[in-house]
């Protein structure tokens, strides 16, 4: 399996973007999954690629555990989290025989697993595959940046928590893109405050503003911030994510809850979806703008 393997199959995803963090738990995959939900309510159609082989959390979070992927002729066939089929996924998660089964690989078991990924899933067209990535700098990312290099990834999304001890992570993650050569299109501030579902008051639990602080320090864009939200934890651990969460908990026994026909509109019906919106936006922009820049360059080299 070779470079252009990986580059042919890719030749029908106009953008790659990898969304990476410097620490575990700060809400890298649930970002991926938001902005996943987002592009995919802004009309576009997008694939999640989840490369976090020892935790893929992906598959949960869509409401996709216990699926199987398909064998055709043209490649794996991806999971599709929506009736539109606009929001495809991929995981190791779908190959693992039960959801508590470990991966214990070595490097190059996982660089082959991510090399596979790559260039035997068949996407069809895609404006976005955003491809989730472990916490750290580790083999995986090392892989897909190799595997994707010749085909040019668009850039990294970076993921932190306001605290201190997280933005010392991010910067060695921000160091790793700068060292690969992966452009940073934006870094995104999460589980920045708490706000009140009773009286809608914000308590910066972990502080707030040390991401736009780092992002404005380290000359990268900032996308958004958002803030702990309780329907968010609902919607991404509840099996059926037709339910609209709601933020006072489960409804009671006997008490009709809310439905919707797909994922994608029950997250439109939670809060945080108007600040993934912009954050989803401002990532457009950015890629289009990161794009026309690198036309100007090439036009200008061969005139
Ligand atoms: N803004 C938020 N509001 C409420 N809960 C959140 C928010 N962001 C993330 N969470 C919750 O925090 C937990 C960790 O999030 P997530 O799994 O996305 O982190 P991660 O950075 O991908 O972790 P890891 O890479 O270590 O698996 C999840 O239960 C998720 O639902
Ligand atoms: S801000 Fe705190 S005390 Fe006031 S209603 Fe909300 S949770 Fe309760």
Avoid at 250 to 265: H, K, L, M, Y
Wanted: with cysteine; proline share 6%.
């Amino acid at each position: 399996m070779s470079h252009a393997e990986v580059g042919s199959r890719l030749a029908s995803i106009k953008h790659v973007v990898l969304v990476l963090s410097g620490k575990g738990g700060v809400g890298k995959s649930s970002c991926t999954v938001q902005l996943a939900l987002s592009l995919v309510g802004q009309g576009q159609r997008v694939g999640v690629l989840d490369i976090d082989l020892c935790g893929p959390s992906i598959p949960r979070m869509l409401g996709l555990e216990g699926r199987q992927i398909h064998q055709a002729s043209a490649g794996w066939v991806p999971v599709f989290a929506d009736p539109s089929k606009r929001l495809a996924c991929m995981s190791i998660g779908f190959l693992l025989p039960s959801k508590d089964a470990s991966v214990v690989w070595r490097g190059p078991k996982k660089n082959a697993m991510i090399k596979q990924f790559l260039a035997d899933v068949y996407w069809g067209d895609l404006d976005y595959l955003l491809i989730d990535t472990p916490p750290g700098t580790s083999d995986e990312h090392l892989a897909a940046v190799e595997y994707l290099q010749e085909w040019s990834p668009d850039g990294a999304v970076v993921v932190t928590t306001p605290q201190a001890v997280a933005l010392a992570d991010v910067k060695k993650e921000i160091d790793f893109c700068r060292k690969v050569g992966l452009p940073i299109l934006g870094l995104v501030e999460n589980m920045s405050g708490f706000v009140c579902p009773h009286c809608a008051e914000c308590t910066n639990v972990f502080s707030t503003g040390g991401g736009e602080g780092l992002a404005r320090h380290a000359g990268i864009p900032f996308l958004g911030r958002a803030p702990i939200d309780p329907a968010l934890v609902m919607l991404l651990e509840q099996e059926d994510k037709t339910l609209v969460p709601s933020a006072n908990g489960p409804a009671a026994a006997g008490q009709e809850q809310e439905r919707t026909a797909s994922i994608v509109e029950t997250y439109q019906r939670c809060q945080l979806s108007k600040l993934f919106a912009e954050i989803a936006r401002r990532l457009t922009e950015g890629v289009a703008q990161q794009q026309q820049q690198q036309q100007q360059t090439a036009d200008t080299m061969y005139s």
